[in-house]
């Protein structure tokens, strides 16, 4: 989840985007990209990472750097569970397309038809009862960016809020920061609300019905969320925070607290490329073809890029967010993704779905000096070029 994100993911995420690379004028290919790769982690100090490139439906190269767990010297490899952080939105944001295909609900639906307690935020205008379903994917709600802003970073502390009791006490603090649907405001809690009306309306707790309903039918069959199931503790990747000379080992597992459906996916980056299979269109055989379009059909995928906001200062000019997902326009093409970035983990996941091609970059260091930026610049251009190709 982006907490910070708006001060370090979407930043990272602007130069990813803004570093797109006319196609002629760069045809490095995946060598070229391994060693950008390789010349961030160096530079950023990361302890571990990988990349992966997916083309209709298929992965055609990988590449991994350093250790899932240093003091071990356990290595990165294909097994190696990471956390996505932010990507989870983009579980929830196809929940509730799925829901609004089986005509459980619409876009233009009130939001507080299912959090009625959101009422409580402050809103002398009246304006929360206008939010909708489709301003909270598209992140124009005009709610809070962090979920928990009231945080003095105790050690004591919960990483994030335990229980929706907790989100509703804190209603009353907070205000509409501008009028519903009028322009861009990234919000974490939003998702928290999507969650809420998928749980009201199934009677599934989110988790429960993500695997039913994605996980499962898409074969992601390592993908969970919470503390690591004991079968795949081998191959659960440690979380690390560099600032200089300093590194904090954050361990394998960290509670996300109710914050799940928001940030709190963990997976290889072999699910991860079944997820690319999936959204791009390109499953290798009819049978995923068909369980594929059981989860949501093609044409509901592509209206969730269609940019529905212009992310205007945070993001490049012509970058927007559609539903649940954030996309870029250029040279008559589109790029379309999401990126991650909670306790130390950094990822990004990012395709072009006409040409079904997709990347994914992850890593298990974030540095809050900002070193290896300009080794992340020049890595996100080596990535952006190869979705172009």
Same mark, same amino acid.
């Given at each position: ?12 995420? #602007?130069?990813?985007?803004?570093? =797109? ?17 390789? #010349? ?6 990361? =302890? ?8 209709? *439906?298929? =992965? ?21 569970? &990471?956390?996505?952080? !932010? $990507? ?52 124009? !709600? ?43 405001? &990234? /919000?974490?809690? *939003?998702?928290? &609300? ?13 988790? $429960? ?5 994605? +996980? ?20 659960? /990747? ?26 709190? +996916? ?8 079944? &997820?690319? *299979? ?9 049978? /995923?073809? #068909? ?5 949501? /059909? ?6 969730? +890029? ?14 927007? $967010? ?26 990004? =996941?990012?395709?072009?779905? $006409?040409?079904?091609?997709? %990347? ?19 890595? !996100?251009?080596?990535? %952006? ?5």
């Amino acid at each position: 989840m982006m907490g910070p994100a708006v001060r370090t993911t979407l930043p990272m995420l #602007a130069l990813l985007l803004a570093a =797109v690379a006319p196609r002629a004028e760069a045809q490095r290919g995946w060598a070229d990209l391994a060693r950008r790769f390789d #010349a961030f982690v160096e530079a950023a100090g990361v =302890v571990g990472g990988s990349a992966l490139l997916v083309r209709k *439906g298929e =992965v055609v190269a990988r590449h991994h750097f350093g250790f899932a767990d240093r003091a071990t010297k356990r290595r990165v490899g294909d097994r190696t569970i &990471y956390h996505w952080a !932010s $990507v989870t939105k983009t579980l929830t944001a196809v929940a509730v397309l799925q829901l609004r295909d089986r005509g459980r609900l619409t876009l233009d639906d009130r939001i507080t038809r299912w959090v009625p307690e959101l009422r409580e935020v402050h809103d002398p205008g009246g304006a929360v009862d206008s939010i909708t379903v489709a301003m909270l994917l598209s992140h124009s !709600s005009g709610l809070q960016t962090p979920t928990w802003p009231w945080s003095r970073g105790e050690s004591w502390e919960p990483f994030e809020p335990t229980t929706w009791a907790q989100l509703v006490a804190m209603m009353p603090y907070q205000r509409l920061h501008f009028r519903p649907g009028s322009r861009f405001g &990234y /919000s974490n809690p *939003g998702y928290l &609300y999507l969650a809420r009306a998928i749980e009201r309306l199934t009677g599934d707790p989110w988790a $429960v019905y993500v695997q039913k309903n994605l +996980w499962a039918p898409l074969g992601m069959s390592r993908s969970y969320v919470g503390a690591t199931p004991y079968h795949l503790a081998a191959d659960r /990747s440690h979380g690390y925070r560099r600032q200089g000379d300093s590194l904090t080992d954050g361990g394998a597992d960290f509670d996300p607290g109710i914050t799940i459906p928001n940030g709190g +996916w963990n997976a290889p980056v072999e699910d991860v490329a079944r &997820y690319l *299979g999936f959204l791009t269109g390109f499953p290798a055989d009819s049978a /995923s073809r #068909a369980r594929h379009a059981g989860v949501l /059909s093609r044409r509901t995928l592509e209206e969730m +890029w269609i940019p529905v906001v212009k992310t205007g200062t945070a993001l490049p000019e012509l970058a927007s $967010v559609g539903l649940g997902f954030f996309s870029l326009e250029a040279d008559g093409r589109r790029i379309v993704g999401h990126t991650g970035d909670q306790a130390g983990y950094r990822s990004y =996941v990012y395709f072009d779905p $006409v040409a079904g091609s997709g %990347i994914v970059l992850v890593f298990n260091t974030t540095n809050d000096d900002g070193a290896g930026a300009r080794e992340m610049v020049d890595l !996100s251009r080596e990535a %952006i070029t190869l979705l172009r190709r």
